[in-house]
């Protein structure tokens, strides 16, 4: 399977403060929420940043080219 993304990607948070990284690729409406052991909002963002701005390399890396996705990951077990 293919899976087109075009970004950019970038950082943000909501009123509760739940910190995302977000595409402006409207075909998906993506927004991948970024939860863990952070000491403060201001950590958590600059980690949520840090993915963005890596996600946006790698689509400028590659020349646009589309990843396959393989195979969909089956849930662990909790």
């Not at 909002?41 to 890396?61: H, T």
């Amino acid at each position: 399977m293919k899976v087109t993304e075009n970004g950019p990607w970038k950082a943000g948070y909501d009123d509760d403060r739940s910190v995302f990284v977000e595409s402006d690729d409207f075909t998906h409406d993506v927004r991948l929420y970024v939860n863990g052991d952070f000491a403060s909002l201001e950590q958590r963002l600059a980690y949520a940043e840090e993915i963005a701005r890596r996600l946006n390399a790698w689509k400028a890396d590659d020349g646009g080219v589309t990843p396959d996705a393989g195979s969909i990951p089956t849930r662990e077990p909790n």
